[in-house]
Structure formats: C-alpha cells, structure tokens
C-alpha cells in the first residue's frame, strides 16, 4: 500500500532532482504512474535523469534560493498540465542541498549560501506551492529531506547542521500547524537518511543506495509516520535511538553539548548503548 497522494496521474515535484535520493524519488514517483517535476541546477545530470524515465516529465532549471524561482517552477508546472492543477501538487519532496563551507572559519559567503540552499530552499518550497496544494482539495504530502546531524548534532561541519537543525524546527512547527485544521489533506513530514551513496559518490560497504532510502519512506508514509529516520548497513534503528536520546540527555542531565564526542563522556555513552 501507497499513502493516496502517491497515485497515478498526480503530480510530484521534486528539487535536487538530478542525482542521488532526489533522482531515485523521481524514479519512483514516475513507475507509480505520477507526472514528475525534477527541480535542480545541474541542467546535464537532471536532463539525464529525465530521459531515463519513462512517463511524463518537466525539467526545470531552478535554484532553491531564490523564491521567485520555485514560483516559475510552479507556473511552468501548471502550463504544462493545464490549469485543473494550478500547479499543485500531490507530492513536493524538498530535498535539494548543499554541503559547502565546513568549520566555523568559513567564508561567510558560504554560511549565506548554505541556509539559502539548506533551509530557504525549504522555506521558498513551501510558500511557493503550499497554497496552490491545499486549495486543490486532494491529498497531498509535503516531505522535507532532514539530516541526522541536524538531530544529534556531530562536530565537524556545524554550517550544515545548523540549517538541517532548522529544517527539523520548521517541518515540525509546518505539521503541527497543518494538522490544525480539521479537514486537512495536507501533511508534512520529515525525511532523514542514513549513510547513503549520493552524488556521484563510489558505493561503499555499509552505506544504504537511494532506492533503499525511497522504499523505506514509501512504507513510512502509507503508516503516516512524521520521523522518517532511515537506518543503513552500519546503523540500526536501535543504535539511532540511543543516539537520539544521549543528544537529548544533554539537556535534561546538564552535560556539556555534544557530550558523546568527548573523551570525559564517550565511554559512558558506549557503555549505555551496549544495554
């Protein structure tokens, strides 16, 4: 079973289209009979993912960061499948990125451009076709691609885990606001991968291929789950939540933030998590 915004003849459209999840989601969405919107700006990998799909498709160049872009994109949406759908979709996946800028010494250039592309890119998603989605008056699911550093919080890259913790606060604050309204079809929901092989990366031992992260939401979202927090080949649902709950703990039991990576602290938590 499918959750009923995912039927044939609906429309899905997807940003970061191109490669990796966002282009397994249009595969997917596309074998499903759904008409698919791919969003990105890399014309030549999301020509290529086009043309591998059979059914009916829109490439649409499109940078996540600037709101009059998505709005084009959902002009060009309603032209092309005429104005019974103003555009709307069924489905809007949010799952464009970028991982630019690490430490807190980047440029701030590349902060900027992080939460334009991580977080606006959201943002602009939404207002652009939230409205158009709701006075359709049919199913429908908005998905926003998190991230399990924005949950846990790991050192290292703290421009990507702030935006993705960001996403997290918003579709979290989106769902509870959808969920308001009595007559709802809207839902938002989060979507937050494991290790995976995306991009052009080589495929690596351990790491989940897109498909699998796309079969694991498919299924999350016919029980209408909010959290969709995949596990992969070296993680397990298990390991994820005693994660989760340690990062937590910080809080509640006063420890210094990010407690699991220091030497004073990660023995306590290796020793509570093999309980």
Not at 24 to 53: K, P, S, T, Y
Not at 134 to 145: H, K
Not at 253 to 260: A, K, V, W, Y
Request: charged share 25%; hydrophobic share 40%.
């Amino acid at each position: 079973m499918t959750h009923p915004a995912i039927a044939p003849g609906n429309i899905a459209v997807i940003t970061g289209a191109a490669l990796g999840i966002g282009r397994a989601l249009a595969q997917r969405f596309a074998a499903e009979g759904m008409r698919v919107a791919l969003l990105d700006v890399d014309v030549e990998h999301m020509n290529a993912a086009r043309d591998e799909i059979a059914g009916e498709t829109l490439a649409i160049l499109c940078d996540v960061g600037e709101i009059e872009a998505l709005e084009h994109a959902r002009d060009r949406i309603g032209e092309a499948w005429g104005p019974q759908s103003s555009g709307a979709p069924s489905v809007l996946v949010n799952n464009a990125v970028t991982r630019i800028g690490r430490g807190f010494d980047a440029s701030l250039e590349d902060w900027h451009r992080a939460i334009e592309i991580n977080l606006f890119g959201v943002i602009n998603g939404v207002r652009a076709f939230l409205p158009a989605m709701q006075a359709a008056d049919q199913p429908g699911l908005i998905i926003n691609t998190g991230s399990k550093q924005g949950i846990t919080n790991p050192p290292g890259h703290p421009v990507y885990n702030m935006a993705k913790a960001a996403v997290k606060s918003y579709t979290e604050g989106l769902e509870h606001h959808l969920r308001q309204n009595p007559d709802r079809k809207v839902s938002a929901h989060l979507l937050v991968p494991g290790w995976t092989t995306t991009g052009l990366n080589e495929h690596k031992s351990g790491a989940w291929l897109p498909g699998q992260v796309v079969d694991y939401m498919i299924d999350a979202l016919a029980d209408d789950r909010f959290y969709i927090i995949c596990p992969d080949g070296e993680t397990d649902e298990a390991e994820d939540r005693a994660r989760i709950l340690w990062g937590a703990e910080d809080i509640t039991e006063s420890r210094p933030p990010l407690s699991r990576w220091d030497p004073e602290w990660e023995e306590v938590f290796a020793r509570q998590k093999r309980r």
